[in-house]
Every structure is written in C-alpha cells, then in structure tokens.
C-alpha cells in the first residue's frame, strides 16, 4: 500500500518535463499547430505570445485565483457558513499540495480552463479522502470515452501513458459539444490569433527595416550576377534596420528606386490592429478596457459598471461552472445531501471608494441587516464587545421578536 501511494504522489508532477523526443510530442508538433489562413502556426504557445489573448486569459484566471472560494454548510435556519475543518476547505482556500498555493494552484487551472476549455485536476485520495489536488498540463492528458465510461490517459515524462479513472479526476470543462471534453479552445480562435500574429510580425518587420516600404533598385545597365548581388548587399547595410532609418541614399549609374510595398497607411495598419484587439476580446468576451483598449466613450463614471459587467458576463459563467464542478466532484452525495457546498465570494471584486462603502454600511444598518462587528469585519477591523447587536430606528420594532417595545433598540439577533 505504502509503494501505491507514493507511486500516487509522484508521477503527477513528473509530467512537466516530458522530453522532445516523445512520439506524442512530436505528432502534437506535427498536427496540433495548423496554420491558420494567415499562413501563421497557432498553439497553445504561440495564443500566450499574442499579447491580447495573453491578457484576456489572465484578466479571467488571475480573478478566478484572487476570489476567495471555500466550503460552506446550509444552516437549518437559512443562510450558511464556512465550515474550515472540512478536507475540501484547505485544498480550496489555503494549500492544495506542497508545491503551491491556493492562488497559484486557481491561477493554473483557470489559465488551462480558459485557453484549452479544459483543465485536470488529479483528486490524491489518502484512506478515503482527498488529501492533494494536482494539476496536470492539458496537452498531456488525452480523453478516453468507452461504454459510457470516461477514463484518462496521462504522458509521463519518460513517454510511459497512465490510465486514471474518472473517480480520480476532476475534470473542468469550457463549452462541450460531446458533454465529456470542452471545445478545442485553440482551434476555435486559430484565425482570430494567426491574424494578430501576423500583423505583429508585418509591424517588427518595417521597424527591422528602417520602416521603409520594400522596393526595387533598378538600372538600364546590365549587371552581373556578382554586381546584383553585390549592390543589394551594399544598399541592405547602408539603408536597412533601425540604425538606418532616414539616412540619404546616393543612387549613381543611373539607379532608381521603385518602393514596391504598400505604405502601413494605404494599408491601414493600425486599424486593423485595432480591430484585432477587439476581435480577440470577443472570443474571450472581456470588455476591450480590461485589458487596456480603452475608446473615447469610456469615463471614470462608467468604470463601475464595466466592472459589474465584467463579473457578471465575464466571470460569472467561469465561477459557476467551477463551484458546480467542484460540487460535483470534491463532495461526497452524502455531504450534498447535507447541505455542503463551494462557493466564491464574488463581492470581493467589488471594491468600493470610502465613501460610497460608508453610504453602503449605513443604510444596510439602518434596517437591522449588519451589526457594528460585520461591518469591522468587512474593513478588516477586529470586533469590539457589543458589537454584535443589531439595531433599527425608533419607530420599527425588531423583526426577530415581534413582542419588543417600540424604542427598544439594543436587542440582539440570535446568531448561529
């Protein structure tokens, strides 16, 4: 037993460094890197050197990983509370494993969920319980489907496959079509991402160049082969590259210059570009501001609600998938029966300026809904004795005792 669990803590991580000599890795570099009708090669590497995908996938993984998520328990009175001494509670909220963090360990899986519309998550279980959460590389995990079964076959880094069941995995998925794996997120953004891609590398190319339009040296002489290149030689040093740029170019026996390239402003360059950044926020759908793009339509009055748009349209989908998910397949069928559950606490992207949180405080305790120690919770204070009374004006009697005298105003909500 004792070899079968090291076996079990081990393998997971030694997927990271499979060798480029791996028959799956090679057939990947074969097969998964299509061009895309821009004639560029699109991957997972290459969508994170694209700087706006780059920048969507993080706005959303980075927010997935900063949100705090935990285990709650319904309470029999209503509302819940966060139940820290359940196993699932630390792997979610605190340490997953020993080699991260519960950020880091959120950061990783909302990266892979959100460019691949998968993410794996090998569940170590120690006497019956999940005592590790590890995530795997997706492009190292492929999906076995048989009888209605789903089993997963993981490359380790000695090219060796290892089958694990469905019970040991959690596997998040983006949009599917089969219900068993997400959509090829890379291939679904292939074109929008190879367009990007080119208009960078057309971009670095004029500026290597001096930002210069290509041209034509000609002359009603006749050259040599070795003069051809010898001229084309002497202007490339003299007139190429950034060093170069504007330098005046003497032309002599006759030579002209015929640019043969069309100027980035008859090409609209720029525009385009522009566009790209946007088209690759509408993949992702995150608003263009989020990652930068801001137009002349945008005030700081509107900032906020982008940002409840953001959480809402944006994040919300992501969170839910992944509290169902976690529900799914953390929980036990007894301890949903009981109420258990996951969820991320999606004020927290929220943040509000001092006065508008005083406004915000004021009014809930105006009406009984906080006491004095939440809302120092909330600003992260520490809690006074006393503070735990709610209160109401004059005029309202208690809601949790009808028979209170009107103008009683220090009862105390029972709390659980």
């Not at 219900?179 to 057309?202: F, K, N, P």
């Not at 670095?204 to 210069?212: E, I, S």
């Not at 263009?288 to 137009?295: E, F, N």
């Not at 305790?365 to 735990?388: H, K, S």
């Amino acid at each position: 037993m004792a070899n079968f669990l090291t076996k079990q803590r081990s393998w997971p991580w030694q997927k990271k460094s499979v060798t480029s000599g791996n028959i799956n890795e090679i057939w990947e570099q074969l097969l998964g890197q299509a061009a895309s009708n821009s004639g560029i090669n699109v991957n997972w590497k290459t969508v994170l050197q694209y700087s706006t995908a780059q920048a969507c996938i993080r706005i959303i993984a980075e927010d997935i990983a900063q949100l705090p998520f935990a285990t709650y328990k319904t309470l029999p009175d209503g509302g819940s509370e966060q139940i820290s001494a359940h196993p699932t509670h630390k792997l979610l909220k605190t340490k997953p494993n020993s080699d991260q963090t519960a950020f880091e360990m959120r950061e990783q899986i909302g990266l892979h969920l959100v460019l691949t519309n998968n993410a794996y998550i090998y569940k170590n279980y120690v006497r019956g319980e999940i005592a590790e959460l590890l995530p795997f590389e997706p492009h190292l995990v492929e999906v076995k489907r048989k009888n209605n079964e789903t089993t997963y076959e993981i490359t380790l880094e000695d090219g060796h496959r290892e089958t694990v069941p469905s019970r040991e995995m959690w596997h998040l998925r983006g949009p599917s079509w089969n219900g068993y794996q997400g959509l090829d997120g890379v291939r679904l953004m292939r074109d929008t991402i190879g367009l990007g891609l080119a208009l960078e590398a057309h971009g670095a190319k004029v500026f290597k160049n001096g930002a210069t339009v290509g041209g034509i040296l000609s002359t009603d002489q006749m050259l040599t082969d070795e003069q051809k290149k010898a001229l084309k030689k002497s202007w490339e040093e003299k007139q190429s590259g950034i060093d170069n740029a504007y330098k005046t170019a003497v032309m002599w026996g006759g030579m002209r210059w015929t640019p043969s390239a069309t100027p980035n402003d008859s090409a609209q360059f720029l525009e385009t570009r522009r566009f790209q950044v946007e088209e690759a926020c509408r993949h992702f759908k995150v608003l263009p501001i989020m990652v930068g793009h801001a137009d002349k339509t945008t005030t700081y009055a509107s900032a906020e609600q982008m940002v409840l748009i953001h959480l809402r349209q944006t994040l919300g989908p992501w969170l839910s998938r992944i509290e169902q998910s976690a529900n799914c397949n953390l929980l036990t069928d007894e301890e949903l029966a009981a109420g258990y559950f996951t969820k991320f606490t999606r004020n927290a992207l929220l943040a509000m300026t001092a006065q508008v949180r005083a406004d915000f405080y004021a009014k809930l305790y105006g009406v009984g809904a906080l006491n004095p120690n939440e809302i120092r919770a909330f600003e992260d204070m520490n809690p006074y004795d006393g503070g735990n009374k709610y209160r109401v004006p004059l005029n309202m009697e208690d809601p949790a005792n009808p028979e209170t005298e009107p103008g009683n105003t220090d009862n105390e909500k029972p709390t659980a």
